[in-house]
Structure formats: C-alpha cells, structure tokens
C-alpha cells in the first residue's frame, strides 16, 4: 500500500500533516477499495509488488509497528508486535460503550473520546505498549476507496495528485479540498494507467490522530482495518473472495489473477445478526458483480468476523453463497508466544495483527 514519507522517516497510508511538504519526494502515495493484488498466501512484499509499490510512482516501504492499536465501534484491540519473528507477543481487547466511535466517511466519527481514550489507556497497559513504532487500523467506513483508469498519467506527482483527486471527486461526500489522498498506480501500459485511489477527510483522521497523542509519538503507519489482513490472502491464480464483517460494516474485497479486482465497504446499523438479510444479500450482490461485470469467477470465500458472529449468520451466509466460509487464518502461527488466555483473544479479534507481522519487513 503507497504511503506518503513524513520527514522523522515514518509513514502512513494517510499522510499525516507534516508529510505535505513542498519537496516532492516527500510527498509520496497510497491505496485502496476495488484494487488489485495477488492471490498461497502474500506477505507485504508479495503485495507492494502487486501493488506496484516497486514500479511506476515510489510510495515509500512499509513501516512494521512494534505496536498496534485497532480502533472499530464496540472494541478496541492492541497488540505488542515482533515483526521480526513474525508473532504477537501480547493482545488484548476492552469494549467500548455504544455510540462512543462511529464511523463516518464525512462526520465526526469520536463521539465519545473520554471513553475512547480510556479503552485505549486500558488495553495499552493490558498488553505492555513498551514504546516503537505506532501503528494504527481504522474503521474501513471511515475512508472512501477507488479503482480509477486513465488514457494517460504524469510523471509529475503534483499533477497526478491533483488528477487523481479530481476523479476521485464522484466518491467523496465532501469537497476534495477536504481530503487527505493517497494513490498508487497499480497497472501501466500504453493507452491504459490504472490506479488506486483512498481518500480520507482531513476532519475524521485529525480525531483519529488526536486520540493517539502522547502514545509513541504518534501513528507511524494508518491503514483501513481490511487492509491488514490483505497480506493473509493465499496466492491463487482463482478469484477469491474476502468478506470482512465488523460492528457497522461488511467489506468485501475480490482478488483475481494476481490482482485485487473489487473493493466495497457497506455501512450496517447494529451487528451481522441484526442485518443477516442485508449482510447476505451484499455478499451475493458482489459476487454476481464479479461474474457479470468484472468475469470473475470466485472460487473459494474467505471469512473473518470480529468478534465471532452467531452461527446463524455463518450459516446464512454460507447458504445464500452456495459457497463454503473458508477462515481465514495465518500460514504461520502468530500467536504462538501468547498466553494461553490471550489466545482466544487473539482468534476473535486479532487477525489483523497477524498480517501486520506476516513478513519480516
């Protein structure tokens, strides 16, 4: 995923407001919603090169937090990485009040900070925030992602920026002048430049920002909670289908050939079972997208619900797909150092951590 460089040398998917500096190797990309990418599984290095992260534009390399926190309506979770050996040393979770964070592409989405920051107080003494680098998953609701084509893209990065933007326009419900952008360019041949756009308001990631003050210095990296677990997805020349299900939202993301061809985030009032038509109606709405629109033919469907969801909404789901809900999980064992009462943490609420550590970078 492009990141923009901040001058302390550390990045975020969304540059943080240090990084728009007038030199323009500072002022580096970022991606994500409908995207390309690969399909055994793919570590971060595997997925820049997918990404085009080695190609076209820099975006900067990808900055491996000793330290995670993940921030999504009902929960917060943390984390005390070791990228390096690719596992958790400790996680933890503390519930959030209802209404305390609700996501939001273009409202507040800290309804509550006091609450908000005592859950982060909380779980960060939970699982020993020993100092390093920050990184920080938000709400997937709370940015606006594009797959955008072009005859033709310049060199130039101010001129792409602004072109990007101005495209990215039809997704946003705001002005532009109001977003934090990031773009990758994933595919570049002669008449045709794909590239990925995410788009954050200035307003929602500053609230984001805020409640992170005095903890190590602030986020080195921000990402959508979704594309964490990206690096999860098993390498398969077959479109796969990944179904991200959270307190407020189903995302959905489709990898085909190598490359992330679909990317859709649906807002959901209340939890899966309270929305157990809507959810499995979404679910197979992206699909037949996939197979009319895109001629992608999804051959296995993968499943993270955080926390679990009630079997009955597995099971919907599953029936209105006439698929099987493959897991998904780790290659590796992430949360083999944990304790054992941290484990199950861990498989309810983690994964997002394990594809953070899922390469040595």
Same mark, same amino acid.
């Given at each position: 995923?492009?990141?923009?460089?901040?001058?302390?040398?550390?990045?975020?998917?969304?540059?943080?407001?240090?990084?728009?500096?007038?030199?323009?190797?500072?002022? +580096?990309?970022?991606?994500?919603?409908?995207?390309?990418?690969?399909?055994?599984?793919?570590?971060?290095? +595997?997925? #820049? #090169?997918?990404?085009?992260?080695?190609?076209?534009?820099?975006?900067?390399?990808? $900055?491996?937090?000793?330290?995670?926190?993940?921030?999504?309506?009902?929960?917060?979770?943390?984390?005390?990485?070791?990228?390096? #050996?690719?596992?958790?040393?400790? $996680?933890?979770?503390?519930?959030?009040? &209802?209404?305390?964070?609700?996501?939001?592409?273009?409202?507040?989405?800290?309804t509550d900070s006091k609450a908000l920051r005592r859950a982060i107080a909380e779980v960060s003494e939970r699982v020993g925030n020993v100092g390093g680098k920050l990184g920080l998953l938000i709400p997937d609701v709370a940015a606006r992602v594009a797959l955008l084509q072009f005859e033709a893209f310049p060199d130039n990065h101010g001129q792409a920026e602004t072109l990007v933007l101005w495209k990215m326009r039809e997704y946003l419900p705001y002005a532009p002048e109001e977003a934090r952008l990031s773009f990758q &360019?994933?595919?570049?041949?002669?008449?045709?430049?794909?590239?990925?756009? &995410?788009? !954050?308001?200035?307003? !929602?990631?500053?609230?984001?920002?805020?409640?992170?003050?005095?903890?190590?210095?602030?986020?080195?990296? $921000?990402?959508?909670?979704?594309?964490?677990?990206?690096?999860?997805?098993?390498?398969?020349?077959?479109?796969?289908?990944?179904?991200?299900?959270?307190?407020?939202?189903? +995302?959905? !993301?489709v990898v085909a050939s190598n490359r992330m061809r679909y990317w859709r985030t649906r807002p959901l009032e209340g939890d899966g079972l309270t929305n157990l038509e809507e959810v499995a109606r979404e679910a197979v709405r992206v699909l037949a997208t996939c197979q009319d629109n895109l001629g992608v033919q999804v051959q296995n469907v993968w499943y993270c619900a955080r926390p679990p969801q009630d079997p009955e909404v597995d099971g919907a789901l599953a029936a209105a797909l006439g698929r099987e809900l493959r897991p998904l999980q780790a290659d590796f064992i992430p949360g083999a150092a944990l304790p054992s009462e941290e484990r199950e943490v861990f498989d309810h609420f983690g994964m997002p951590f394990a594809g953070l550590v899922a390469n040595q970078s």
């Open positions: 995923m492009g990141q923009r460089t901040l001058r302390n040398g550390t990045e975020c998917c969304f540059s943080c407001p240090e990084s728009r500096a007038p030199n323009p190797e500072l002022r +580096t990309p970022c991606p994500e919603s409908r995207i390309p990418c690969p399909g055994g599984r793919m570590n971060w290095t +595997t997925w #820049k #090169k997918r990404l085009g992260l080695e190609r076209h534009i820099h975006t900067g390399r990808f $900055v491996a937090p000793t330290f995670a926190l993940d921030l999504e309506p009902g929960f917060v979770a943390a984390a005390r990485l070791s990228p390096s #050996k690719r596992e958790l040393r400790s $996680v933890g979770v503390r519930e959030l009040p &209802v209404g305390a964070l609700a996501p939001s592409a273009n409202k507040a989405n800290v &360019v994933l595919a570049k041949q002669p008449g045709s430049v794909e590239i990925l756009g &995410v788009a !954050v308001r200035n307003s !929602v990631l500053a609230e984001y920002e805020a409640v992170m003050e005095g903890i190590n210095g602030g986020p080195a990296l $921000v990402l959508p909670a979704s594309v964490a677990l990206l690096p999860l997805l098993p390498e398969e020349a077959g479109g796969q289908l990944l179904l991200h299900l959270c307190p407020g939202a189903l +995302t959905a !993301v």
